[in-house]
């Protein structure tokens, strides 16, 4: 059975930092490009970040380029989300989502937009000002 488990949201001040952890069990982890996305209230899930499945490769989203990193540990089967100088409007459920890849040989860009094979059950991060 598959599952990705988020974890390390929380409230926080505007400024502030948070990171967030996505673990993954029941898959081969390095055959799988990652992704962060998140979904306000009454808004539409929206692409944060994604990563290669070597980690060599990223992707960021306009409105966090600059303050969040994405990174990938292949030997924890665990992704990250490093997010810093937080703002209120960064304030949603963050999920993580995987997508089988058997080559590498695949535009970052493209992650914004596939359909994902498996996703978490998301994590709440609250930035407060």
């Known amino acids: 059975q598959v599952q990705l488990v988020e974890s390390g949201g929380g409230l926080v001040q505007a400024g502030g930092s948070l990171r967030l952890s996505c673990a993954a069990s029941g898959l081969t982890f390095s055959r799988y490009a990652m992704a962060w996305f998140r979904q306000a209230p009454g808004k539409e899930r929206e692409f944060v970040a994604a990563?290669?499945?070597?980690?060599?490769?990223?992707d960021y989203a306009d409105s966090v380029k600059g303050r969040f990193t994405i990174s990938r540990d292949n030997a924890k089967n665990t992704m990250y989300l490093q997010m810093n100088s937080l703002k209120p409007e960064d304030t949603a459920v963050y999920y993580c989502a995987g997508k089988f890849y058997s080559a590498s040989g695949y535009l970052i860009h493209i992650l914004r937009d596939v359909k994902y094979d498996y996703w978490g059950q998301g994590t709440q991060v609250t930035v407060s000002s």
């Open positions: 990563i290669n499945q070597r980690g060599g490769s990223t």
